[in-house]
């Protein structure tokens, strides 16, 4: 198959931290718990796993199943604060439920188990996948990335997930495959956006495959250590920290592997605004916007805008031949 990933930039085993980050949480909660005089009853949920029944951006417990604890991969590191963790779960953009950022309770009636995923096209092992089971056969990890919206809004958010290449590995792309496809399910019964119907749904986007082979390039299932709401894309969702946040399909039914350009569904709505490649650039300005800098959702602070979103000694080198392309949005 047609993968080639820089092996060089792999870190040793013994770099990545030891310790579930899930658990330590968990022990931090009890410490406070000792002197706060939390109840046996609420510090026995943090023990066992559960999540808080408070949490109303999340799904019942009682319907997703916890997710295992995932270690933290410190060869990503975000140079930034995380950010707390109700904005990224409260503050969203998901056109499928409505074109403001408060879809999450709308998000929510959507149920995401169970859930599958259809992986086809040029492969040779094409199948529809359960995400639990891939989540179990593969292995999950926690990855702190940045998020840069192409709106100029950005937050630092800890995903729990996996490595697409290691899906790719699993379905084999073809040598003829040179790009991949993502979709977005389409449920009616929840998608109330769905009855929107001048935009060109269902939500496409698209990579090509040295892209998608890159190792920043994750499929998440988890936010917080806790499984992956809706609203930012439950239970299976992809995330290319270097380009702009569209790029991201979320609540994903099938990924393609194609020999053709994949025409994304911001493309197709405003080519001009929203391009294939999409990769962040403080000195491209929006045609309505500068891009120079960034607005960090929760405290405001504006930041300036790091070329690849501050991912360059990764992804960079997927561009040097592509100088005629519209690389930045
Ligand atoms: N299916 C689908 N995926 C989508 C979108 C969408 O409207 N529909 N919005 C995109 C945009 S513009 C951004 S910035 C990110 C936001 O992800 P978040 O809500 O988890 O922050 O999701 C992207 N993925
Ligand atoms: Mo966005």
């Known amino acids: 198959m047609r993968i080639h990933r ?20 968990r022990s931090l909660m009890l410490a406070a718990g000792a002197g706060a005089m939390i109840s046996l009853e609420a510090q026995a949920q943090w023990l066992f796993g559960r999540r808080e029944s408070g949490d109303p951006w999340q799904r019942n417990p009682a319907d997703i199943p916890d997710l295992p604890p995932a270690m933290r991969n410190t060869r990503y590191q975000p140079g930034r604060a995380i950010t707390g963790e109700r904005e ?20 929510l009636r959507m149920p995401t188990r169970p859930w599958t995923v259809k992986v ?11 995400v639990d089971d ?20 950005a937050m630092t958010v ?18 003829s ?4 496809r993502f979709e977005t399910a389409q449920r009616p019964d929840s998608m109330v956006g769905l009855r929107q119907s001048w935009y060109p ?4 986007e698209g990579c090509t495959i040295e892209e998608a082979a890159n190792e920043l390039t994750f499929m998440v299932m988890g936010i917080y250590g806790k499984p992956l709401p809706p609203q930012n894309g439950g239970p299976l969702r992809v995330a290319f920290p270097w380009k702009y946040g569209f790029k991201s399909g979320k609540s994903l ?3 393609t592997l194609t020999d053709q350009r994949p025409k994304s569904f911001w493309e197709t709505l405003q080519g001009s605004e929203y391009g294939f490649w999409a990769n962040v650039n403080p000195e491209v300005p929006h045609p309505r916007w500068s891009q120079a800098s960034e607005r960090l959702i929760g405290s405001g602070e504006r930041v300036p805008t790091q070329l690849f979103n501050g991912y360059g000694e990764f992804v960079a080198s997927l561009y040097t031949n592509l100088q005629n392309e519209r690389l930045w949005a």
């Open 201 to 204: 749904w269902p939500h496409i």
């Open 134 to 153: 891939l989540m179990k056969r593969i292995g999950l990890e926690e990855r702190v990335y940045r998020l840069r919206c192409v709106e100029a809004w």
């Open 158 to 175: 800890p995903w729990t997930g996996f490595q697409l290449s290691k899906l790719l590995e699993i379905v084999k792309p073809l040598g």
């Open 88 to 107: 990224p779960v409260t503050y969203n953009n998901f056109y499928e439920f409505g074109s403001n950022k408060d879809i999450w309770p709308t998000a």
């Open 253 to 255: 039914a099938r990924i």
């Open 120 to 130: 086809d096209g040029m492969v040779e092992q094409p199948g529809e996948f359960d």
């Open 6 to 25: 820089k092996r060089g930039w792999e870190l040793p085993e013994s770099a990545a931290t030891p310790e579930p980050v899930a658990l330590k949480r």
């Open 177 to 180: 495959a040179k790009y991949v």
